[in-house]
């Protein structure tokens, strides 16, 4: 009687603890199972940085690009300049808003396909198009800090000699002699024009909705200046109006424009990035990209680009050197940009 009350309870215990076992074994597995089917950490950041990196389009590719170089320009170069630690700061957080911009954009677009355009959908896509204007605006500034970053000395006696060479005389002191105040306004107002050429162009294309057309315009000069830029750390030049100040009998007297232009220079102006010239360079690249996307659009804005292009050394911005340097890097902006704009993914999906 006894042992068969000892054998039922070690029985029953037996199949206590086999229940007990199976349950653990089975909340176990499913453990394990949800472990596997919950994303770890690094593949959730791993697949927000493909969504981010597929936002982006080849303007980004290149904009990216230039500030991961030139910082790395900096961090090597660093005993040169005075604030290495605060421009590679600038640099990343500038990095980072462009990175969150096209991020957000790209996700209101998603998001109008579902729900139609809204006002939020059409103020990202506005500061998703025209924000590269900014960046090319805050990259020419920052390049006034960047002139001794690999060579600390300028270089502008060997462009002096290099304009002598080729002309026979020093072209913005030979000039003076044709000085007029009315000449010499009506050159300040070309000169100004180089700020509405990407504009336009960029503009019209816009308008048109025609949006691989106005982003290969905008990869075209990121290309361009991109070049230029790197050139200008390298060989650092600081433009006649420094180099070669009193070479002249005075400063250009003119109207409305020749005093627009002195107050921007006094208040805008960076101190090198002379060669070769930005202006040159970005009004090239954009004129290319009117002779291809809009032909029409290039013969009206060839007068007033041969114009500017001699303004540039008439208001002793710029040599004679740095002109054909900026004509040179402003193609090969357009021919890399037209490359880069063939790969998979270069262009904006975007049929607004």
């Known amino acids: 009687m006894r042992d068969g009350k000892i054998r039922e309870w070690r029985e029953q215990a037996g199949e206590a ?4 076992a199976g349950e653990f074994h089975g909340r176990t597995a499913a453990l394990r199972a949800a472990r596997n089917e919950a994303p770890q950490w690094s593949q959730v950041l791993k697949g927000e940085m493909e969504q981010v990196w ?3 389009g080849a303007f980004e590719w290149l904009a990216l690009g230039y500030l991961g ?8 170069f660093a005993e040169n300049l005075a604030h290495p630690a605060e421009l590679l700061s600038v640099q990343a957080f500038v990095a980072m808003i462009i990175v969150t911009l096209t991020w957000v954009q790209a996700r209101s677009a998603a998001r109008s396909e579902a729900l139609g355009v809204s006002f939020s959908t059409q103020w990202w896509h506005f500061w998703r198009y025209w924000y590269p204007h900014l960046f090319f605006l805050f990259c020419f ?8 970053l690999v060579t600390p000395h300028w270089q502008d006696a060997k462009l002096i000699a290099a304009d002598y060479w080729l002309t026979g005389v020093h072209p913005s002191v030979w000039l003076e002699q044709f000085a007029t105040p009315f000449r010499n306004d009506a050159m300040q107002l070309v000169y100004f024009t180089y700020f509405t050429y990407l504009l336009i162009v960029g503009g019209v294309l816009y308008v048109r909705k025609d949006w691989r057309a106005y982003w290969s315009v905008m990869t075209y000069s990121m290309a361009g200046y991109m070049i230029g830029y790197f050139i200008a750390m390298l060989f650092p030049i ?8 009193g070479w002249w009998k005075g400063p250009l007297q003119g109207g409305p424009f020749t005093a627009m232009m002195s107050f921007i220079e ?10 070769p010239s930005a202006h040159v360079t970005g009004a090239t690249a954009a004129l290319w990209g009117a002779w291809k996307h809009r032909r029409w659009l290039f013969w009206t804005l060839l007068p007033l680009y041969v114009g500017m292009c001699a303004s540039t050394v008439w208001g002793r911005y710029h040599y004679f050197v740095d002109v054909l340097g900026g004509m040179i890097t402003g193609t090969l902006g357009y021919v890399i940009g037209s490359w880069v704009m063939k790969r998979q993914g270069a262009a904006l999906n975007d049929v607004r």
């Open 17 to 20: 603890a086999c229940v007990s």
């Open 266 to 275: 006094h208040y805008g102006r960076v101190r090198g990035a002379a060669f």
């Open 69 to 76: 170089i030139s910082s790395v320009l900096i961090a090597i």
């Open 141 to 148: 500034e920052e390049l006034g800090h960047l002139m001794t």
């Open 238 to 245: 600081q433009s006649p109006w420094f180099a070669m100040a």
């Open 54 to 56: 597929a936002a982006c």
